[in-house]
């Protein structure tokens, strides 16, 4: 690319093929070489359909990177492309370049000023990939949210229009009011300690974590999730079990019990049954186990559902795939797991591995004791 005047800002876009050294590595270089030609085709195509006349693309053989400076002084906010320009540009070249080249692709934009070396340009494309990767995740966290918010809503929404609009006696319609009346509590709580339960927040636990009792959670869940229940004619069975205090705050557990349990209702058979039991390990921990009798997660997708935006390949009904991904990230900062199974009942089975309290008693006293 070209020097331009440092005192004109060049909004610069970025797309880079994540996995062109990994085919070249796997299948040769004429290989990755093909795809790059396939990308490089569709980049320029789109580009032509998208960019103005004047605007600038570039792209180095030895490079993953293709670029677009959106310098058109045509646009008609002025010289520069606005962010929701660079935005929506970036959405558009990356997925052309996605459906042709069949490759996952990261993408990203800045405003660059008088680049003149190429050290300066690789800079301004690594600034611009950074940015990408936090607008990426604004947009996880912010999604995750909204996730995390439908759920009591839709549970509160559904028990208050049925005591409206179905004729009650008046134990049942109280009994369905307290239970709205606990789902907007919780709703509070969750909104209260959104930034605690944040994706971007990784912070480590403090020195002493909460606790709360297993059983009155699993109910708290399951009476959550009975109205979506209801409506998929399912039964939700829960095995009885001995009772136990776990390491994790009592609102953080129904939520990642409820994310399970609806999993498992909305994956699993119309008419069909859910079943939530709990075994215990060892000392340390207890295993709540959540079984569907649906299609199941295949092999090779049984540790990618737990992560950001995926989904399975079974999955039947629609969802954000952010779900488990919030169980498992849950479970990580209490020291905790999740993983899935075949069940049983010929669906998925959900493993979820919760640390018991009085383990942790029992280290943390040890460890004082050391320290004396």
Not at 5 to 22: A, F, Y
Not at 363 to 370: H, N, P, V, Y
Request: proline share 3%.
């Amino acid at each position: 690319m070209t020097a331009q005047d440092p005192s004109v800002p060049v909004p610069l876009l970025v797309v880079r093929l994540r996995d062109l050294e990994r085919i070249a590595w796997r299948e040769g270089r004429a290989a990755a070489r093909s795809v790059e030609r396939r990308s490089m085709r569709s980049f320029v195509e789109t580009a032509r359909r998208t960019l103005r006349a004047n605007d600038v693309l570039a792209h180095d053989e030895e490079s993953e990177d293709f670029l677009a400076a959106l310098i058109s002084p045509t646009r008609n906010t002025g010289s520069v492309a606005t962010s929701t320009d660079c935005r929506a540009t970036l959405a558009r070249l990356a997925s052309a370049m996605q459906l042709t080249g069949g490759m996952r692709v990261e993408t990203g934009w800045t405003v660059a000023y008088g680049i003149k070396r190429r050290s300066e340009l690789a800079r301004a494309v690594e600034t611009a990939l950074e940015r990408g990767a936090r607008e990426r995740e604004r947009y996880a966290f912010f999604s995750t949210i909204g996730h995390e918010l439908r759920t009591p809503l839709t549970s509160l929404r559904g028990y208050l229009e049925t005591v409206l609009e179905e004729d009650l006696d008046a134990q049942t319609a109280r009994r369905f009011l307290e239970v709205a009346r606990s789902e907007a509590l919780r709703l509070g709580r969750l909104v209260d300690g959104m930034f605690e339960l944040s994706l971007l927040d990784l912070r480590a636990g403090s020195a002493h974590p909460e606790s709360s009792m297993l059983l009155g959670a699993i109910d708290a869940a399951v009476e959550a999730v009975t109205p979506f229940a209801v409506a998929r004619s399912a039964t939700i069975h829960r095995v009885p079990c001995d009772d136990a205090r776990v390491v994790v705050g009592a609102d953080r557990l129904v939520q990642i019990l409820i994310n399970v349990v609806e999993n498992a209702v909305k994956h699993g058979r119309e008419g069909g049954q859910v079943r939530v039991s709990t075994v215990p390990l060892d000392t340390r921990y207890l295993e709540v186990r959540v079984d569907d009798d649906g299609p199941g997660v295949v092999r090779g997708e049984r540790e990618s559902i737990f992560t950001l935006a995926n989904r399975g390949t079974n999955a039947r009904a629609k969802g954000s795939g952010l779900g488990l991904a919030v169980v498992g990230l849950m479970l990580e900062r209490i020291g905790g797991e999740a993983d899935v199974i075949d069940s049983p009942l010929g669906g998925a089975q959900f493993r979820l591995r919760l640390p018991l309290r009085q383990a942790q008693d029992r280290l943390s006293t040890g460890a004082d004791q050391e320290r004396r």
